[in-house]
């Protein structure tokens, strides 16, 4: 009788665990991904905010055109084509402010479909513009791309045009003032990038550095740089001049990131000081868990190293995501670290990074 209890015993355990790990592991069956990834796109397009061209939307039609690549849901498709209709494929109106470019990434993901030279011109000439206008440098403002979320919004843009028409121009205008923005604001010692000359040159010194007496660096301007250089190295031929610049910086990144990963997966708004900043924050998370996932997809991270950072990433990312299909958690629009920030705090940009994350997760061999 004692075997037979025994026996029962462990076969019961041997169930109970199959069972539990049976259902952590539901976020990452392929039919479960699209599912999560469809109903917050979704719900996030019945929800508009801003406006199409504004850079928060190019964010989020960069996630919803990964999305559509994922799932193959017409409706994605349908909803970029009538986002590109309604601002006539054009830019937004500020010519040298890359904020205004980032929408045009989905523009050229939707030629590459439907070959409709239509959908692309606007864009060609108003960098045709971009490239023979020089930008008025003034006090903060030193260069072009003077903040870090810039390299999320221009580049991949620039690059995806350049890849797309044959024109060279543009990827290599973009390489320069990429270059520019680096050597201003990427911290050698940690890393990471400032958010801007702010948060490097101050009166007062105390200003730079969080309650811990560390560096403040934002967690969601490094997660526009890394998911920004992991489309940038998607495009890029492996022979092309620049591209081990690109890779080195986004190693750099990726190991230094990786190490910051809090206990439930998630990165807090605050890098280096986590303690000041509590709950995980949904954008640059989102970024990172993509930016990550696509490395190790791509061969350019160690799967041994970097997939269980991934894998509880995304587990992490899948609790934020709320009842009725809004990613919840990101943090307002802002340029710094903030607290304000709960499971009814919503952008379009923290569901762009989402979709992004599951387009990169789902192709992940585990």
């Given amino acids: 009788m004692k075997n037979v209890l ?19 592991e539901k976020c990452f069956q392929p039919k479960q991904i699209k599912k999560a990834m469809t109903k917050a796109a979704l719900w996030q397009l019945a929800n508009p905010k801003h406006e199409l061209y504004d850079w928060t939307n190019g964010a989020f039609y960069a996630g919803v055109s990964a999305a559509y690549k994922t799932t193959g849901n017409k409706n994605l498709l349908d909803a970029m084509i009538k986002m590109g209709e309604a601002n006539q494929w054009k830019p937004g109106p500020r010519l040298q402010h890359a904020d205004d470019i980032a929408i045009c990434q989905t523009y050229v993901d939707l030629f590459r479909i439907k070959k409709d030279q239509s959908m692309i011109q606007p864009f060609i000439d108003n960098m045709e513009k971009f490239l023979v206008t020089l930008f008025p440098a003034k006090g903060i403002q030193q ?50 990038f400032a958010r801007d000359l702010g948060y490097v040159i101050k009166d007062d010194a105390s200003d730079l550095h969080e309650a811990n007496g560390k560096k403040i660096f934002w967690s969601r301007g490094n997660g526009w740089v890394m998911g920004g250089l992991a489309l940038i190295l998607k495009e890029l031929p492996k022979d092309y001049k620049e591209r081990a610049f690109y890779e080195n910086i986004y190693r750099e990144m990726a190991e ?17 000081d986590p303690a000041s900043y509590p709950g995980g924050e949904a954008s640059g998370s989102g ?15 160690s799967q041994d190293k970097y997939l269980p950072v991934v894998q509880k990433a995304w587990k992490g990312m899948n609790t934020l995501i709320q009842p009725d299909g809004h990613v919840g958690w990101c943090q307002p629009i802002g340029a710094d ?3 304000n920030f ?3 705090s919503w952008e379009v940009y923290g569901t762009g990074a989402f979709l992004l994350a599951g387009s990169e997760v789902i192709k992940l061999k585990k």
């Avoid at 025994?6 to 952590?24: A, D």
């Avoid at 230094?256 to 890098?271: N, T």
């Avoid at 970024?287 to 991270?301: M, R």
């Fill in 6 to 24: 025994s026996i029962f015993l462990v076969i019961s355990l041997f169930s109970l665990t199959s069972f539990s790990k049976n259902k952590q």
């Fill in 143 to 192: 260069i072009t791309w003077w903040w870090c979320d810039a390299l999320f919004m221009a580049p991949p843009a620039l690059v995806k045009l350049s890849m797309t028409t044959g024109d060279k121009r543009f990827m290599e205008k973009s390489d320069r003032l990429f270059h520019e923005c680096y050597e201003l604001l990427y911290d050698k010692e940690e890393h990471l």
């Fill in 256 to 272: 230094k990131v990786a190490s910051l990963q809090q206990e439930d997966g998630l990165w807090r708004a605050s890098l280096l």
């Fill in 342 to 344: 709960s499971a009814e």
């Fill in 337 to 339: 670290p903030k607290k």
């Fill in 287 to 301: 970024f990172y868990t993509f930016a990550l996932a696509w490395g190790i997809n791509n061969g350019l991270l």
